[in-house]
């Protein structure tokens, strides 16, 4: 063999080893992976449903059931305020008298064109005048009766309820410009906006009474009633709203307070867990469950429903009847990590 054929085989040879020595690398390596994958070890409970007497309970600020900012579609000089704040108004009561300067020559207006109608349709009658011309006065006389109507309401503004004057941003003899003159109230009947957990939409009828509490009035409770479920979910928060209307004939309560309103739903199925089991994100106010995912720990948020000593409902779209929930060792697992189940 000469000399060439000899540096050949000595190439050969050198790349098969290198070729091999990587192989045998590469699977260590694999090998190694597979023996350093994390492990936890975990207890686990099969979740089943159970019937509960269920309230949930909600904060909500009081609102006034009606509110009318006074906000003639006129501007000009306030000619008089007739209130202040803290009035208490009735119903079609004048509350504000704006400058009266258009209002009169509208009407002035509409005064002969009362008559000029009058004249036109009996020149009809006799043949005298054209449909044409009829129509034309006509159309001129409800334009004008329209217009006439539109200014006596913002001339003298009256309120549209019995209330109370929570804000006055003007006073008599001032120009009147964009901002509410006045802000009337409705205190006597009171609402809320709650939002409800969307786990509860089929369970919340229109009707249904509520009971409000308040730290103002200790040991006392105040009735009010679904009135209106609105009919769409919130996507960020999975919650919908509900107005509640509140009677406060005597005036007790007042809007701007804050309020639990607690809501009796009577018995309903519900997944009851231990209390430990349900984790709180550190810095936020998330809570959250592990369960078992084919061997693999998967971390679910959830809502807290109503507690029972040592347990707790928990709610969430995500968890079924027949899930493992991890109940021993779910404080050192993370979402996706290997669980050794303990039996």
């Given at each position: 063999?000469?000399?060439?054929?000899?540096?050949?085989v000595?190439?050969?040879?050198?790349?098969?080893?290198?070729?091999?020595?990587?192989?045998?690398?590469?699977?260590?390596?694999?090998?190694?992976?597979?023996?350093?994958?994390?492990?936890?070890l975990?207890?686990?409970?099969?979740?089943?449903?159970?019937?509960?007497?269920?309230?949930?309970?909600?904060?909500a600020?009081l609102?006034?059931?009606?509110?009318?900012n006074?906000?003639?579609?006129?501007t000009?000089?306030?000619?008089k305020?007739?209130?202040?704040?803290?009035?208490?108004?009735?119903?079609?009561?004048?509350?504000v008298?704006?400058?009266?300067?258009?209002?009169?020559?509208?009407?002035?207006?509409?005064?002969?064109?009362?008559?000029?109608?009058?004249?036109v349709?009996?020149?009809?009658?006799?043949?005298?005048?054209?449909?044409q011309?009829?129509?034309?006065?006509?159309?001129?006389?409800?334009?004008?009766?329209?217009n006439?109507?539109?200014?006596?309401?913002?001339?003298?503004?009256?309120?549209d309820?019995?209330?109370?004057?929570?804000?006055?941003?003007?006073?008599?003899?001032?120009l009147y410009?964009?901002m509410?003159?006045?802000?009337?109230?409705?205190?006597?009947?009171?609402?809320?906006?709650?939002?409800?957990?969307?786990?509860?939409f089929?369970?919340?009828?229109?009707?249904?009474?509520?009971?409000?509490?308040?730290?103002?009035y200790k040991?006392?409770?105040?009735?009010?009633?679904?009135?209106?479920?609105?009919?769409?979910?919130?996507?960020?928060?999975?919650?919908f709203?509900a107005?509640?209307?509140?009677?406060?004939?005597?005036?007790?309560?007042?809007?701007?307070?804050?309020?639990?309103?607690?809501i009796?739903?009577?018995?309903?199925?519900?997944?009851?867990?231990?209390?430990?089991s349900?984790?709180?994100?550190?810095?936020?106010?998330?809570?959250?469950?592990?369960?078992n995912?084919?061997?693999?720990?998967?971390?679910?948020?959830?809502?807290?429903?109503?507690?029972?000593?040592?347990?707790?409902?928990?709610?969430?779209?995500d968890?079924?009847?027949?899930?493992?929930?991890?109940?021993?060792?779910?404080?050192?697992?993370?979402?996706?990590?290997?669980?050794?189940?303990?039996?």
């Amino acid at each position: 063999m000469n000399i060439k054929n000899l540096i050949g085989v000595a190439l050969i040879s050198a790349m098969m080893l290198t070729a091999t020595g990587c192989k045998e690398k590469k699977e260590d390596t694999n090998v190694a992976n597979v023996q350093e994958e994390k492990t936890e070890l975990v207890s686990v409970q099969t979740l089943a449903k159970e019937t509960i007497s269920k309230s949930i309970s909600i904060s909500a600020v009081l609102q006034p059931y009606e509110t009318m900012n006074i906000s003639p579609s006129v501007t000009g000089i306030i000619k008089k305020i007739n209130v202040d704040v803290a009035s208490r108004v009735s119903k079609g009561q004048t509350l504000v008298q704006m400058d009266e300067t258009q209002l009169k020559t509208t009407r002035l207006q509409f005064a002969n064109l009362e008559k000029e109608l009058g004249r036109v349709e009996a020149l009809l009658k006799s043949g005298s005048v054209s449909q044409q011309t009829y129509d034309q006065t006509k159309v001129q006389y409800d334009l004008t009766k329209e217009n006439l109507e539109f200014l006596e309401k913002n001339t003298y503004v009256k309120a549209d309820f019995s209330g109370v004057i929570s804000a006055k941003n003007f006073e008599s003899g001032e120009l009147y410009s964009g901002m509410p003159i006045l802000t009337l109230i409705q205190i006597n009947m009171l609402k809320a906006i709650v939002n409800i957990p969307e786990a509860y939409f089929p369970m919340i009828k229109t009707g249904t009474k509520v009971q409000l509490s308040s730290d103002i009035y200790k040991g006392r409770t105040f009735e009010g009633t679904i009135e209106i479920i609105y009919p769409t979910i919130d996507p960020n928060t999975h919650t919908f709203q509900a107005k509640v209307r509140i009677p406060n004939a005597k005036e007790e309560l007042r809007p701007g307070m804050y309020m639990s309103v607690n809501i009796d739903l009577n018995n309903i199925e519900a997944i009851i867990v231990p209390y430990q089991s349900v984790l709180k994100l550190q810095g936020a106010n998330e809570r959250y469950v592990f369960i078992n995912n084919d061997g693999y720990a998967k971390r679910i948020v959830v809502e807290m429903g109503k507690r029972f000593d040592d347990k707790i409902e928990i709610i969430s779209n995500d968890i079924k009847e027949g899930d493992e929930l991890v109940v021993v060792g779910q404080a050192k697992l993370v979402d996706g990590v290997k669980l050794n189940i303990s039996k």
